[in-house]
């Protein structure tokens, strides 16, 4: 019995993650300049996995809420569609946005890059790790009033990338967990933010490893850096799984 319902709460789990679905697409006015160099620091299809197929840009955890200051600022970032939600009060930076989904194992990947003011991408990331640290715990509605709370792995992120942040929210069993993991990077004046939520058993949280590290190696080399053998283990986690 535990077993069963451990699976069905696995499958609302991951449409809770995104809420209703993938969200409309977003008013082009509202996003800024999009610009063709900051596109291409970014996933395309020829980096990614075999078996992804390219999605609409959309708030890859809609569905996931906090009155908590701290979970609440990180799922602000991770949520952006344009940088006042995390930078208010100043025009929407130059961006650019990528996503991709997997059908199985059901995980969606979304990318969003900003061309910030200066200092201002140093402060996000700044924000985002003190944010993950006090952020133990995420919780999520799953309806018909049942809840579950996604509990915290903080992942590797390796020397070559100056400034960055990885962590991973899940819950679960031994055969079944979810979750979402969310990467932000700064290089330069640029923000990337990399966010995957589904489901990360059968091998989905292998999945999720290969396409962050590849986005790191992706941007890292597009500014300046030569990627490395190490990077393609850039976002490799040491999590305690289930």
């Known amino acids: 019995m535990a077993r069963t ?9 991951s449409a809770a993650l995104t809420g209703c679905g993938a969200a409309p697409d977003p008013d082009p006015a509202a996003l800024g300049a999009r610009i063709p160099e900051l596109r291409g620091s970014m996933l395309g299809p020829d980096d990614v996995p075999g078996g992804l197929l390219p999605a609409a840009d959309q708030a890859p955890v809609s569905g996931m809420r906090s009155a908590g ?3 609440a600022r990180l799922l602000r970032i991770a949520d952006a569609l344009d940088s006042r939600r995390f930078v208010p009060r100043v025009p929407p930076a130059p961006s650019a946005a990528v996503a991709f989904y997997s059908a199985e194992p059901a995980l969606t990947f979304v990318e969003h890059g900003f061309r910030l003011p200066p200092g201002e991408a140093a402060r996000q990331v ?3 790790r003190s944010a993950a640290a006090g952020c133990p715990r995420v ?3 799953l309806g018909g009033g049942r809840s579950a709370r996604l509990r915290r792995d903080l992942l590797f992120v390796p020397r070559r ?16 967990w979810v979750g979402v993991q969310i990467l932000v ?8 933010v990399l966010t995957a939520p589904g489901d990360f058993s059968r091998g989905g949280d292998r999945l999720v490893e290969t396409v962050a590290s590849r986005a790191l190696a ?5 500014h300046g850096g030569e990627p490395a053998q190490g990077d393609a283990d850039a976002a490799r986690a040491t999590p305690k799984r289930p």
Do not use: H, I, M
């Open 5 to 13: 319902v451990a699976a069905v709460s696995a499958v609302v789990l």
């Open 139 to 141: 919780p999520l509605n």
């Open 185 to 192: 990077a700064r290089f330069g004046a640029d923000l990337l």
């Open 69 to 71: 200051r701290d979970c």
């Open 126 to 128: 700044a924000a985002a």
């Open 218 to 222: 992706k941007a890292r080399a597009a």
């Open 161 to 176: 990338v100056a400034d960055a942040v990885a962590v991973r929210y899940w819950y679960g069993t031994r055969s079944r």
